[in-house]
């Protein structure tokens, strides 16, 4: 499990304030099957209180609902979910990761964002796209979040996080005079100054061109784009995880691949700020091996995950100690007679970790 990720998953099929043929079939279904795969113990191995979602099943509306071919606009339809409900959610997450941050003094590790919908586009803003909130439609373009000033003005500065991934499935078409819209809450000071968390980001399309659904095999509607980021999640859980070099490069070839069986032109735009460290998706990202050289002898030691999870304790210790098959993550190794203590990053694994104490 990761016990310290969280995440955001919103898919929008409706668009009652638009005509419906701009309603989608496959939002909803992207957005149910990146929870799925986030909560799964064998796949992001997030608790399933810290994965929020917004998104509403739809699939018992009449068929003559759902008619795509008409101009008709549901006027019976409360639009969700929209602006306020995204800002609600976030607002919940802050509170939650400052509160942590405040009683363990640790940041959390890693938090998803996801966005399956309609989006746009903005001229000369290719690493940006404007996701339609439910109550967008033709004569209201501007009821979008800018991915770009989210992560920038909330996500970067208001979460103590390490890590933040932000996947989004929609079209990235450019429309005239149309504004990146943001959030309205936010923070007066970042976390912590001078702090960049590690990035990993994914669009299904490149800048001004459009996203496709595509049928499986049990009818269901699908984007390619998630499509292939589930299949791509999930080729490393018999492994070592898939790193984000390997899921990068994944999306960029099988998006392109999937969508030109169906003959559409689709290529995904995926990249990460990790450098050369290697992170991992899943849970079966690696282990590591620690081992402790002790000062002294008779100890009594306890070694926590992000500073508040036990995972080892140790009465009358002393040499040398040995810890194989450790998730990865923040360790911290705790003196109870002295209270002294010590951070040991196991983040990335490894052969042996060797640490003094």
């Given amino acids: 499990m990761n016990p310290n990720h969280y995440a955001l ?13 701009y309603r989608l079939d496959g939002a909803v279904n992207d ?3 990146v929870t799925q795969w986030l909560c799964d113990p064998s796949g992001g191995g997030l608790d399933e209180k810290n994965c929020y979602t917004l998104f509403v099943d739809s699939s018992s509306r009449q068929q003559d609902d759902m008619d795509t071919d008409n101009d008709e606009i549901e006027d019976d339809v409360e639009p969700y979910p929209v602006r306020y409900h995204v800002d609600k959610e976030l607002k919940k997450i802050r509170t939650l990761l400052r509160k942590q941050l405040k009683e363990s003094n640790q940041p959390a590790e890693r938090f998803y ?7 746009e586009a903005l001229r000369m803003q290719n690493d940006n796209v404007l996701m339609c909130m439910a109550n967008w439609s033709p004569d209201s373009p501007n009821a979008n979040l800018s991915s770009r000033l989210i992560l920038k003005e909330f996500l970067e500065r208001c979460l103590p996080c390490n890590e933040i991934v932000v996947w989004t499935d929609c079209c990235r078409s450019r429309t005239v ?16 100054e001078g702090h960049v968390p590690d990035l990993f980001w994914a669009n299904a399309t490149l800048h001004e061109t459009a ?18 980021l589930i299949n791509g999640l999930q080729s490393g859980v018999q492994n070592t995880g898939i790193t984000w070099d390997g899921l990068r490069d994944y999306l960029r070839l099988h998006v392109e691949t999937l969508a030109q069986k169906d003959g559409f032109p689709q290529r995904a735009q995926s990249n990460h700020t990790a450098g050369s460290n290697k992170k991992y998706f899943g849970k079966h990202a690696g282990t590591a091996k620690l081992v402790i050289n002790l000062n ?3 100890r009594n030691l306890r070694l926590l995950l ?3 999870i036990e995972k080892k304790s140790w009465s009358n210790a002393s040499g040398k100690l040995t ?12 003196d109870t007679d002295t209270n002294a203590s010590m951070l040991i990053d196991c983040s990335s694994p490894i052969e042996e970790e060797v640490h003094e104490f």
């Fill in 9 to 21: 998953v919103i898919g929008i099929n409706d668009y009652p304030e638009a005509p419906s043929r």
């Fill in 323 to 334: 810890v194989e098959g450790l998730e990865l993550g923040l360790y911290k190794l705790i």
């Fill in 296 to 298: 002294g002898e008779g």
């Fill in 177 to 192: 005079d149309v504004r990146g819209g943001g959030l309205d809450i936010g923070c007066r000071n970042s976390w912590k």
């Fill in 211 to 228: 996203a496709h659904e595509s049928l499986n095999s049990t009818g269901k509607s699908f984007g390619y784009f998630t499509k292939a």
């Fill in 31 to 33: 957005a149910k099957a």
């Fill in 306 to 308: 992000n500073a508040s």
């Fill in 113 to 119: 964002f996801y966005f399956s919908g309609h989006g």
